[in-house]
C-alpha cells in the first residue's frame, strides 16, 4: 500500500480563520513533507519532517504551522491566511528523507481563501 | 544551491510518435533523481528513481536515462492516456518546471 491520504480535500477559510490540514501514511515512512502548488507550477517545497523532528522550512511565513504527532501522522495549521495563499497543498512521505529514496504523495487539499 | 531545469515546457505529440523529455540538473553530490507523473488536480505519481550516471528504468512505454548532467524521460509510441505534466526532482524533492505532454489520437 503506497497510499498518503490528505484531509479535507477542499477547504474554503477566511483570512481570520484558523484551520488545519492533516496527512497521514501507514507505510512506515520516517519523513514527510508539505508542498504548495500553484496552478500550472510544479510543487513548492515548503516543510520536511525526518523521524518526527522539522529538518527543513523553506522559509515559510509563520502564518503556516507544521506538527508531526508521530511518525504516522502530519498536520498543517494555517492562520491568517491571505488570497495569494490559495493554492493545492500536498502531503507526501518517503522511506528516511535522505534524499535518496522515492516519495509518494497524497492528493491534496484544494485550499481557496477568500 | 541545486538546479532542476525541464524541456520543453509543452510538446504535442500524435499517438505513436515518439519523443524525449529533458531533465538538466545542477547539484552538489546527486544523491537521487525522480520522475513523477502529475494528472491535474491530483497529486504526482512516482514513476523512477535513478541514482547514477549510466543507469536506465523501463515501465510500460516509458524509458527513463541519466548522465552526469542530465536525465531523459523517452516516451514511445504514446497514447493519449499518457498526457500528463511529466515532473522530475532531486534530493528533498526539489523540483523542475515540468513538461506538459499532450498525446493526440
Known amino acids: 500500500d503506497t497510499e498518503v491520504t490528505q484531509t479535507p480535500k477542499h477547504l474554503v477559510m477566511g483570512m481570520t480563520n484558523k484551520k488545519s490540514l492533516k496527512c497521514e501514511q501507514h507505510m512506515g515512512h520516517r519523513a514527510m513533507y508539505w508542498y504548495k502548488q500553484k496552478a500550472k507550477k510544479p510543487p513548492e517545497l515548503m516543510f520536511v519532517y525526518s523521524y518526527e523532528k522539522l529538518s527543513i522550512n523553506e522559509s515559510v511565513p509563520s502564518r503556516f504551522s507544521p506538527e508531526c504527532p508521530n511518525s504516522s501522522l502530519l498536520n498543517l495549521h494555517l492562520h491568517a491566511l491571505q488570497p495569494e495563499d490559495s493554492a493545492l497543498y500536498l502531503c507526501?512521505?518517503?522511506?528516511?528523507?535522505?534524499?535518496?529514496?522515492?516519495?509518494?504523495f497524497g492528493q491534496g487539499t484544494r485550499l481557496t481563501v477568500v | 544551491e541545486d538546479q532542476v531545469t525541464q524541456s520543453p515546457e509543452a510538446l504535442r505529440l500524435q499517438e505513436g510518435e515518439s519523443s524525449s523529455l529533458n531533465c538538466s540538473y545542477t547539484?552538489?553530490?546527486?544523491?537521487?533523481l525522480f520522475w513523477y507523473r502529475q494528472d491535474p488536480g491530483k497529486g504526482p505519481e512516482f514513476l523512477f528513481t535513478l541514482y547514477s550516471a549510466g543507469e536506465e528504468k523501463e515501465k510500460e512505454r516509458l524509458k527513463a536515462t541519466l548522465t552526469k548532467k542530465e536525465s531523459f524521460l523517452h516516451i514511445t509510441a504514446p497514447k493519449p492516456e499518457d498526457s500528463a505534466t511529466y515532473l522530475c526532482?532531486?534530493?528533498?524533492?526539489?523540483f523542475g518546471t515540468g513538461t506538459s505532454l499532450t498525446v493526440i489520437p
Open positions: 526532482a532531486v534530493h528533498e524533492f526539489y
Open positions: 547539484v552538489s553530490g546527486l544523491r537521487g
Open positions: 507526501a512521505s518517503s522511506h528516511r528523507g535522505q534524499g535518496n529514496t522515492e516519495a509518494f
